[in-house]
């Protein structure tokens, strides 16, 4: 089940909502636990007991690191069942996620030496097991750090490793940021309000914007490489830019919107990341509750820049050939990963402080277009493509082709996605707000500024009501509706 179908926004959500709002505070807990374990089941009801088995495993081992820390904090068992945990983690990730990678590649290495391949059944993915993964590991390395203490009501531990509105496409949420929200927290009609804003929003940019343009993107990126033409090459890596963006971003946004109407607050995941003037700066924006995970719980104890250039360097390389392979199970990713590690590398060295020189624009322009080239890696079903795609973009390729010309693609729907989508990618979302804020300032009264208050106001929820409903009506249609994040 995802967020932007008919049967979660008219069925479960409402259910969910009016449950939770007229049951006792003290089962509240329970219900999303239950709500989210059939948020999970609706689509792969096996792999159910793949997390509960996870909640059980890492409730008893919190449980265990807190004991021992407190029984001899001089000894090492604590330790020891700290990395235990993360083994168990770790394994459950390799097992789903990596295992066909692994003996894909296996096959090809024995193939070459005349071995027999070896036989296998593909094993299937669980939806969103990065994402709980990775929330599992945070918890049990801060209990042993002592940054929080561990859940003794499983149902809590559970709840915060399955709650359905991050559970399948982030923000990474962590443990210590929500326990006192998981032990109790308040909803008002201003917050459940702007729970729903946010969710509309997300809602928007998923089918009005990613949609349109991921249509577009998956027509390009089937044309054979070789009959790839320049134009389009750059129209469908712009499409894929907007989609990877506004599909992501929106699953965060919507995410944002319904913890808050359930009474979380999650951190945010993204804040304009294609307003860069650098790629460090990029990873400042895009995706911030990843690329914090892996500054806390990898960069830093491998060192983080407290070591020699180099071998910060070599952790840099470390954490984003894992940032890759966190995001799928493939050369493609592995490379994106390591291409976005070396320029950050490069940005560390006079090449960073030469472009830190240079007019602002051009920073900018040099961002996205590193940005871009990288997009290519990770939409490309292998490396020969995504190279073949390159170099079409520079002019090493065809220019015309009769066959695939770019007015097959440009719709004026497209156009109008294309033009949101650039502007929407800046920061417009507190439009509202700012008007708001200015205009009342224009007239000290109070009569004046509760009547221009109520203007905006209104004109916001016309605006997001239209929203909603466009976005209902192409969804009706039965019209394009992926989920690009399934595989992570």
Avoid at 162 to 186: C, E, M, W
Avoid at 262 to 275: A, K, M, S, T, V
Wanted: aromatic share 20%; with cysteine; charged share 15%.
């Amino acid at each position: 089940m995802v967020f932007s179908s008919p049967i979660f926004l008219f069925l479960f959500l409402p259910l969910v909502l009016l449950l939770y709002m007229i049951i006792w505070k003290e089962a509240r807990n329970f219900l999303l636990l239950i709500a989210s374990l059939i948020f999970y089941a609706w689509g792969e009801v096996e792999f159910v007991l793949v997390m509960l088995f996870s909640i059980f495993f890492n409730y008893i081992f919190a449980l265990l690191v807190e004991h021992f820390k407190k029984d001899n904090p001089q000894n090492n068992n604590s330790k020891v069942v700290m990395i235990l945990a993360v083994f168990f983690n770790i394994g459950l990730l390799l097992f789903f996620k990596y295992a066909n990678f692994i003996i894909n590649n296996l096959n090809i290495v024995l193939e070459s030496v005349k071995i027999p391949a070896l036989n296998f059944a593909p094993i299937h993915l669980p939806i969103g097991i990065s994402f709980f993964t990775f929330q599992s590991l945070s918890y049990i390395i801060d209990v042993y750090r002592n940054q929080t203490s561990a859940n003794k009501n499983v149902f809590n531990v559970g709840l915060y490793i399955s709650l359905f509105p991050q559970l399948i496409a982030g923000p990474i949420v962590r443990y210590h940021d929500i326990a006192n929200q998981i032990k109790k927290r308040t909803i008002n009609l201003d917050k459940f309000y702007s729970g729903v804003k946010r969710f509309i929003i997300g809602l928007g940019k998923k089918v009005l914007i990613a949609n349109t343009v991921g249509a577009v993107t998956d027509q390009i990126f089937t044309i054979p490489a070789n009959q790839l033409t320049f134009n389009l090459s750059w129209l469908g890596i712009i499409c894929y830019s907007l989609q990877i963006y506004f599909d992501f971003s929106a699953y965060s946004d919507m995410a944002i919107g319904l913890g808050r109407m359930f009474g979380f607050e999650f951190l945010e995941n993204f804040n304009y990341p294609y307003i860069s003037k650098s790629i460090k700066e990029f990873w400042r924006r895009w995706h911030i509750s990843l690329s914090t995970w892996f500054r806390d719980y990898l960069y830093i104890p491998l060192g983080g820049n407290r070591c020699k250039p180099r071998r910060a360097y070599l952790n840099l390389l470390i954490i984003f050939f894992l940032c890759g392979l966190w995001h799928g199970a493939s050369w493609t990713f592995v490379i994106w990963g390591l291409y976005h590690g070396i320029f950050l590398i490069l940005e560390r060295l006079k090449f960073g402080k030469f472009m830190a020189s240079l007019w602002r624009p051009l920073q900018h322009l040099y961002t996205i277009l590193v940005i871009l080239i990288g997009w290519v890696f990770f939409r490309a079903d292998d490396l020969s493509y995504a190279i073949g795609f390159i170099k079409t973009m520079f002019g090493f390729g065809k220019f015309f082709d009769i066959q695939y010309y770019i007015g097959m693609y440009l719709s004026n729907e497209l156009i109008l996605a294309l033009i949101f989508g650039i502007l929407f990618s800046m920061p417009l979302v507190n439009l509202f707000s700012t008007i708001k804020n200015k205009l009342s300032n224009l007239n000290k009264s109070l009569q004046w500024e509760a009547y221009i208050t109520t203007c905006v106001s209104v004109l916001e929820i016309a605006v997001l009501g239209m929203v909603f409903i466009l976005s209902i009506m192409l969804l009706a249609s039965g019209t394009y509706n992926p989920f690009i994040y399934y595989r992570f």
